[in-house]
């Protein structure tokens, strides 16, 4: 267990000390609060009540764990290191990225997508897209490391392969991009309908993926 975020503020002693155990970890305990925290704030949600690091288990996995999909209040989010630096998305730029994939899960966790297994690929292709608006408003070049880590996996009953992923986090990166040119505010209802559109022009690829694994 890494912190503890309660009413009152953080638990930042347990934190401090779990962090230390991320010796494979370059980032300090300051950059990985802030690389959480700063994937919050694109959402404008909280911060999760809990926060995990997992480097140092059997397994773990960087991860956003639900428990009541009407509150944000009760969110875990888990992260292994160790596996994040294999994919070499351990910097700080780029784990912040995929703490946005992990903060997009959350922000649609009340959301119910069509498709096999709940809608699991979509979900996480919706994720990975607004990942990709997050790297396009800020500019932010990691996303390339992020891609090359994704793109060559091989897809799960719960995940795309790399390439389907790649596109989605691709194409946010040019919506955020071309949104960014207006000046005008941006909502995410806005940015679903786009992942929405997108998602439709894919559907043919998606369906053909979908065939290898249910
Ligand atoms: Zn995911």
Request: glycine share 8%.
């Amino acid at each position: 267990m890494t912190f503890l975020r309660e009413h009152m503020g953080i638990n930042m002693e347990g934190f401090l000390a779990n962090a230390r155990k991320s010796y494979l970890s370059s980032l300090s305990n300051d950059q990985i609060f802030y690389a959480i925290n700063s994937a919050c704030d694109y959402f404008h949600i909280p911060c999760p009540v809990l926060i995990q690091d997992l480097t140092n288990q059997k397994g773990g996995c960087t991860m956003f764990v639900n428990y009541d999909p009407k509150s944000y209040w009760d969110d875990v989010l888990c992260y292994n290191m160790r596996e994040l630096a294999k994919l070499n998305v351990g910097s700080l730029d780029a784990f912040s990225l995929i703490m946005t994939h992990e903060c997009a899960h959350r922000v649609l966790q009340g959301i119910r997508f069509e498709g096999p297994n709940n809608g699991s690929w979509q979900n996480e292709l919706a994720a990975d897209f607004l990942m990709g608006t997050r790297a396009g408003f800020g500019e932010i070049r990691a996303i390339g490391n992020v891609i090359e880590g994704l793109r060559n996996t091989g897809g799960s009953n719960t995940h795309p392969k790399g390439w389907l992923r790649a596109n989605f986090i691709r194409h946010g990166v040019e919506v955020a991009l071309q949104l960014k040119k207006t000046g005008q505010p941006v909502y995410l209802d806005r940015l679903m309908a786009e992942y929405h559109a997108y998602y439709q022009a894919m559907l043919p690829y998606v369906k053909a993926d979908e065939k290898e694994f249910f």
